[in-house]
């Protein structure tokens, strides 16, 4: 007999190649945004250079549009109202007014309807894009779009359904609208993670909930700290929510414990309401030093 036998198979311990090591879960909204937008831009640049030229487009927008407001109010004042500038008709007839109304309504409903339609169709290309960046996997524009035309009454539904809630809490107090806002911002990603087969809407809802429960702050964190960065900031909230999606719904599915909130989050959020009073605080001065004017 030899003495110098083979180790028994069952001693060699043989690591699975499917085996796949879990990531960590960062609660540090700036290090999970730019950590994603660098998988983002990595896998799908041509998505990406897109997201920063509308981006940095939509910034351009703003500014110019800031500036004619400016001038168009200082012409204004030093203007002088003009006879012609005044009603010409004291009594209108009454049918008038209820077809400029109706007229009115008609375009405000056929543009929120247009709008909202367009909105839908764009986030749930955008996540979709996201949500495979985490994968590692690149997106064309045909894929995009047939992933999503095949999720996009469920995506219409739920996002209707969305706004009424956050439309109904608002009504109540301001506060539990603003939460339910932020409850609900993952709901795309829920939508465009699960099977093109799924027909549920409410599902969608109770998927969400779960998953964000006790961690808007996180929501909130990413949202705000996109929200302060120029050019790349929707990017980055596009990024980053996708992976706040992907490591929550880990952690429900494998039933493991969240770490602490990271005190950015918190931080943040004593940031947000600070300018909140700060902005209050300057509209009742203005209103004060209007009527005082006047």
Do not use: C
């Not at 909140?276 to 004017?293: N, R, S």
Request: no cysteine; hydrophobic share 50%; glycine share 6%.
């Amino acid at each position: 007999m030899n003495d110098h036998q083979t180790e028994p198979a069952s001693f060699i311990k043989i690591k699975d190649p499917k085996e796949k090591t879990a990531k960590p879960y960062i609660s540090n909204p700036f290090t999970l945004a730019f950590e994603a937008f660098g998988r983002f831009f990595e896998t799908n640049k041509n998505w990406a250079l897109f997201l920063i030229i509308l981006g940095a487009l939509n910034f351009l927008t703003q500014g110019v549009g800031s500036v004619s407001d400016m001038i168009a109010s200082r012409s204004a004042g030093s203007t002088p109202n003009s006879p012609a500038s005044t009603l010409t008709a004291n009594n209108p007839d009454i049918m008038t007014i209820v077809a400029l109304i109706v007229g009115i309504t008609s375009i405000v409903l056929l543009f929120l309807i247009i709008s909202t339609i367009i909105a839908t169709y764009l986030q749930g290309v955008f996540a979709y894009v996201a949500l495979q960046s985490e994968k590692g996997e690149t997106v064309t524009l045909s894929e995009a779009h047939e992933q999503t035309s095949k999720r996009f009454w469920r995506l219409l539904k739920a996002s209707v359904l969305a706004g009424l809630k956050i439309f109904a809490w608002s009504l109540l107090l301001i506060i539990p609208g603003i939460i339910a806002a932020f409850r609900y911002k993952l709901l795309p990603y829920t939508i465009m993670s699960q099977s093109a087969d799924e027909t549920g809407v409410t599902n969608t809802h109770t998927t969400t909930k779960k998953i964000t429960k006790g961690r808007l702050l996180e929501v909130f964190g990413v949202g705000f700290a996109s929200g302060i960065i120029p050019l790349i900031g929707g990017i980055l909230g596009l990024a980053g929510y996708a992976a706040l999606f992907n490591q929550l719904s880990d952690a429900d599915k494998n039933d493991t414990k969240k770490p602490p909130i990271h005190w950015l989050n918190k931080l943040l959020l004593a940031l947000a309401i600070v300018m909140i009073l700060l902005l209050l605080a300057a509209a009742v001065i203005f209103v004060v030093y209007v009527v005082d004017y006047i």
